[in-house]
C-alpha cells in the first residue's frame, strides 16, 4: 500500500494533524481587545489518539493595534504532560 504525504515545513514529510484554537474576547476600546485563547492538539488525521495526549494550552491574550500593524501579546500555560508548562507569545499582523 502506497502512502501520501504532503510537506508544509521541516526538513521532512510529515502526517497532516488535526488541531483546534478557539478565542473569546471582550473589546475595551476601539484599540484594545482582551481575552483567553485555547489551543489543543490532537494528533494525526490518520491515526487519530487519545486526546489528551497531545499539547493543549489556555493563554490570556491582549489584541491592539500600534502605527498600523495588529499585534496579539499572550501568556500560556500547558494543562498537559505534552504541553510546555509556561509559554510567551507574540503574533504581529503585518499590513501590505
Do not use: C
Not at 502512502?3 to 508544509?8: A, I, P, R, T, Y
Not at 478557539?22 to 488525521?45: C, P
Not at 501568556?75 to 501590505?96: H, N, T
Amino acid at each position: 500500500m502506497q502512502q501520501s504525504h504532503f510537506k508544509v515545513s521541516g526538513p521532512a514529510p510529515s502526517p497532516t494533524t488535526v488541531e483546534l484554537a478557539t478565542k473569546m474576547g471582550y473589546r475595551v476600546s476601539d484599540r484594545l481587545q482582551v481575552g483567553i485563547e485555547r489551543y489543543d492538539e490532537f494528533g494525526d488525521v490518520r491515526h487519530p489518539d487519545n486526546p489528551f495526549r497531545g499539547a493543549h494550552t489556555a493563554y490570556a491574550v491582549v489584541d491592539t493595534t500600534l502605527g498600523g500593524w495588529d499585534l496579539n501579546l499572550g501568556v500560556g500555560r500547558g494543562s498537559v504532560a505534552a504541553s510546555d508548562r509556561w509559554v510567551l507569545k507574540a503574533i504581529v499582523g503585518v499590513p501590505f
